[in-house]
């Protein structure tokens, strides 16, 4: 089902899933992943993938975060969007300070992942890290160049960026060379 051009997720309230013996039923967490080089390895949360993708889907036996350039597990990258099912605030609640000193996320995928399974969805996106300064240039510049009603005045925006620049450069360059000469003169 769809609202608009977007997805939405529907849960039939006319029907139950139970298990025969009783015990609740665990859904698998899924996460978007990304392929990504491991030179990165040290910035970002990764899975570890069991098996060969299918259907634009992976199976996920735990996660990272942070590993360190040589030592990611794969080289799918955590994207930051999930779908978790409620006992992922048990797990939070049962993790010790990890990476960092802080609690974190991806610790918690791991441990939902080991005990019940999850699900990575590939994701065909290119990752804009807007917690570095270029990243956020780069995001920036992509949703400004990406959208049709921004597109325009970005492009004149930037135009007059490199304009100005480019007068303050030759103004240097000008004002070097007469110093130079001055110099000479002397």
């Not at 975060?65 to 609640?93: M, Q, T």
């Not at 049962?94 to 791991?110: K, S």
């Not at 325009?152 to 240097?172: C, L, T, V």
Request: glycine share 12%.
């Amino acid at each position: 089902m769809a609202v608009g051009d977007r997805g939405s997720p529907r849960f039939l309230n006319s029907s139950v899933v139970h298990r025969a013996d009783g015990r609740r039923l665990r859904r698998p967490a899924v996460v978007a992943v990304e392929r990504v080089g491991t030179e990165v390895a040290d910035r970002y949360g990764f899975v570890e993938a069991d098996g060969a993708e299918a259907a634009g889907l992976v199976a996920v036996s735990g996660a990272v975060e942070k590993p360190g350039i040589g030592n990611a597990p794969s080289d799918l990258v955590l994207l930051g969007r999930y779908v978790f099912p409620p006992c992922i605030f048990d797990d939070l609640r049962a993790l010790a300070p990890g990476h960092g000193g802080e609690i974190q996320l991806t610790d918690a995928i791991h441990r939902a992942a080991r005990r019940d399974g999850a699900v990575g969805l590939l994701v065909d996106h290119v990752l804009l890290d807007i917690g570095m300064p270029a990243g956020l240039l780069e995001a920036t510049a992509a949703v400004g160049l990406a959208r049709p009603d921004l597109a325009p005045a970005f492009r004149d925006a930037i135009r007059r960026m490199f304009e100005k620049q480019r007068g303050i450069q030759g103004a240097r360059r000008r004002w070097r060379s007469l110093l130079a000469a001055a110099g000479a003169m002397m």
